[in-house]
């Protein structure tokens, strides 16, 4: 047993597990880390293409999608602590886009059968995806709308999305899928808050993270893309396709994260590695520091939404019967697995990885693949590390 209190023989059956995975297909490679009481076991397996490539490294470059979603929230809320930003404003001010809105009568009803907004959108709002607006997985005529103007839902695509003015004035041609406060819809509410944080600090999105995140806790790889020198480190990204079961490409090295966008998308647009990655959720362990106080990462981990707005929210039915939604990140709030301890917290990304912060064990999980989910349920190899890191607990 190692001073973490993780067991040696048990991680190395959790290697074992993971290899196994890589060796079936899952995905071409992987790096993963399980951290507890400040100890780190780095695991690095595989390789950064189907059919060999380059092996896998500890500095290998992943496309961490939505894993960019809490990195947002905590640079909204530098700004709520700086007082540039407050919760409970309406977001009016910075985003006129927003002012006015119209919503549909029915999620599922025609776009143009609409009543007025009861409220106006918040910083809140936009934290907990309660923005009235995101994706919703049944008919939804408004969704269809917005993927004729690329603002749809889906797999992070930079080359697609304009620019973040022309993004917004394209937002506001459409009513809200429901009022504001009424439900939990995904994804849209961390891109908006990408381009209030820049009209709030009076710098560029991808700026801000630098200067204020990524530079004070050495994450030296994570950006919205990748500059010529990091291109031999980025792993080639992978979907699986649906006709054949088979992985296929999805974005090349030199593909989509090779320049920067003209959108940062404060959703899913990030590029990192496990190393970075656990730099920011060390500090989010340790209370904020230096980056954030401690009452505002309590808030930030804390379940915001309430039973009526959960009834009707998730991506199926019951999906936040034992978790709920903080500011950017799940939190789990009823046990009902070994790795899923009440007040474990984090998010993933859904083209291949997953982080999980566990306050009660000091224990940061993360898995970077290169191959994305199938679905928005994580897949059996992140499940069963969560499973094999938990079961190394031995005292």
Same mark, same amino acid.
């Given at each position: 047993?190692?001073?973490?209190? %993780?067991?040696? *023989?048990?991680?190395?059956?959790?290697?074992?597990?993971?290899?196994?995975?890589?060796?079936?297909?899952?995905?071409?490679?992987?790096?993963?880390?399980?951290?507890?009481?400040?100890?780190?076991?780095?695991?690095?397996?595989?390789?950064?293409?189907?059919?060999?490539?380059?092996?896998?490294?500890?500095?290998?470059?992943?496309?961490?999608?939505?894993?960019?979603?809490?990195?947002?929230?905590?640079?909204?809320?530098?700004?709520?602590?700086?007082?540039?930003?407050?919760?409970?404003?309406?977001?009016?001010?910075?985003?006129?886009?927003?002012? *006015?809105?119209?919503?549909?009568? #029915?999620?599922?009803?025609?776009?143009?059968?609409?009543?007025?907004?009861?409220?106006?959108?918040?910083? #809140?709002?936009?934290?907990?995806?309660?923005?009235?607006?995101?994706?919703?997985?049944?008919?939804?005529?408004? &969704?269809?709308?917005?993927?004729? %103007?690329?603002?749809?839902?889906?797999?992070?695509? +930079?080359?697609?999305?304009?620019?973040?003015?022309?993004?917004?004035?394209?937002?506001?041609?459409?009513?809200?899928?429901?009022?504001?406060?009424?439900?939990?819809?995904?994804?849209?509410?961390?891109?908006?808050?990408?381009?209030?944080?820049?009209?709030?600090?009076?710098?560029?999105?991808?700026?801000?993270?630098?200067?204020?995140?990524?530079?004070?806790?050495?994450?030296?790889?994570?950006?919205?893309?990748?500059?010529?020198?990091?291109?031999? #480190?980025?792993?080639?990204?992978?979907?699986?396709?649906?006709?054949?079961?088979?992985?296929?490409?999805?974005?090349?090295?030199?593909?989509?994260?090779?320049?920067? +966008?003209?959108?940062?998308?404060?959703?899913?647009?990030?590029?990192?590695?496990?190393?970075?990655? #656990?730099?920011?959720?060390?500090?989010?362990?340790?209370?904020?520091?230096?980056?954030?106080?401690?009452?505002?990462?309590?808030?930030?981990?804390?379940?915001?939404?309430?039973?009526?707005?959960?009834?009707?929210?998730?991506?199926?039915?019951?999906?936040?019967?034992?978790?709920?939604?903080?500011?950017?990140?799940?939190?789990?709030?009823?046990?009902?697995?070994?790795?899923? +301890?009440?007040?474990?917290?984090?998010?993933?990304?859904?083209?291949?990885?997953?982080?999980? &912060?566990?306050?009660?064990?000091?224990?940061?999980?993360?898995?970077?693949? &290169?191959?994305?989910?199938?679905?928005?349920?994580? +897949?059996?190899?992140?499940?069963?590390?969560?499973?094999?890191?938990?079961?190394?607990? &031995?005292?």
């Amino acid at each position: 047993m190692t001073n973490s209190g %993780l067991s040696k *023989d048990r991680l190395g059956r959790l290697h074992d597990c993971m290899a196994a995975h890589v060796e079936g297909g899952a995905a071409p490679g992987l790096v993963s880390v399980v951290s507890r009481r400040g100890e780190s076991h780095v695991d690095v397996i595989g390789a950064t293409a189907v059919g060999g490539g380059d092996p896998m490294r500890g500095d290998t470059i992943f496309r961490i999608s939505s894993m960019t979603k809490p990195i947002t929230a905590v640079a909204t809320l530098i700004l709520v602590e700086e007082c540039a930003l407050r919760l409970d404003e309406p977001v009016d001010r910075l985003l006129p886009e927003l002012a *006015d809105r119209r919503v549909v009568r #029915r999620i599922d009803g025609p776009i143009d059968d609409t009543v007025p907004a009861q409220r106006p959108i918040t910083v #809140r709002d936009l934290l907990t995806f309660r923005m009235g607006f995101g994706g919703y997985f049944g008919p939804c005529p408004v &969704n269809d709308a917005a993927a004729s %103007l690329q603002l749809a839902v889906g797999p992070p695509a +930079p080359s697609v999305p304009p620019e973040p003015d022309e993004w917004m004035r394209r937002l506001s041609t459409l009513p809200l899928m429901c009022q504001p406060g009424e439900r939990w819809l995904y994804h849209t509410g961390a891109d908006v808050l990408g381009v209030l944080i820049a009209r709030a600090s009076g710098q560029t999105f991808p700026t801000f993270l630098t200067e204020r995140i990524f530079q004070p806790l050495g994450m030296t790889d994570t950006a919205f893309s990748v500059p010529a020198a990091g291109i031999d #480190r980025i792993a080639t990204s992978y979907v699986t396709d649906p006709e054949t079961a088979t992985l296929r490409v999805y974005d090349e090295p030199a593909g989509q994260w090779s320049t920067p +966008p003209a959108f940062p998308s404060g959703g899913a647009g990030l590029v990192s590695t496990a190393a970075d990655f #656990r730099a920011f959720a060390e500090m989010l362990l340790r209370g904020g520091t230096p980056i954030l106080s401690r009452p505002s990462v309590e808030t930030m981990i804390t379940d915001q939404l309430t039973p009526e707005q959960k009834a009707i929210s998730g991506f199926s039915p019951n999906d936040f019967d034992a978790r709920g939604w903080g500011f950017g990140v799940g939190v789990v709030t009823r046990r009902e697995h070994p790795a899923a +301890p009440v007040g474990q917290y984090g998010w993933d990304g859904g083209l291949g990885s997953i982080w999980r &912060n566990d306050p009660s064990e000091q224990m940061i999980t993360i898995l970077m693949t &290169n191959a994305a989910w199938t679905s928005p349920r994580p +897949p059996t190899i992140a499940l069963d590390f969560l499973t094999g890191a938990y079961a190394a607990i &031995n005292d």
